[in-house]
Each structure stands twice: as structure tokens, then as C-alpha cells.
């Protein structure tokens, strides 16, 4: 994901990415209230932003970024996947 926001930022985009935590450190420090406020963040971000791009090495797609692009359908956001694979 990082790889992404610099390209992107250097490209001249205003790049609006969701919060992102190392797996032990999220799963050691951010209580349950902390990540539904995180899911309902990152839903706000969609909101904000002109389209969503999915970075899914691998074609890997988690549950919360399922859920996220679910909402993205929703709401009309035009989405790309880094990896469609």
C-alpha cells in the first residue's frame, strides 16, 4: 500500500488511504470500539473520495476491505484492483 501512495502522490493525486497497523500491533493496542470506529472511518474516506483503488497482492481481498468495497458499489465509486488476480 505504501508503494502505492507514493506513486500515486508523486503522480500529482491526492491520495485519502485508510489507516493501516501492523497485524501484532493492532492486534495488541486497538481495543474492538477502536477498529468498528476504524471500519466507519475508512467508510467516510470512500465517501471523500473521486474512486477507490483495492491494493490486493496476490489478489488477496480481506473481510473489512470486502465490506469497504461493497460500500464503494454502493454509493457509485468506480474501483481498480492493484492485483486482480
Known sequence: MHAA?????????????PGVFPSAEADELITDEQKAALGELHLRKID???????VNPGGYIGESTTREIAYARATGKPISFTDPG
Open 48 to 54: 471523500l473520495a473521486d474512486r477507490v483503488l483495492v
Open 5 to 17: 501512495n507514493r506513486d500515486l502522490t508523486l503522480a500529482g493525486v491526492i491520495v485519502v488511504a
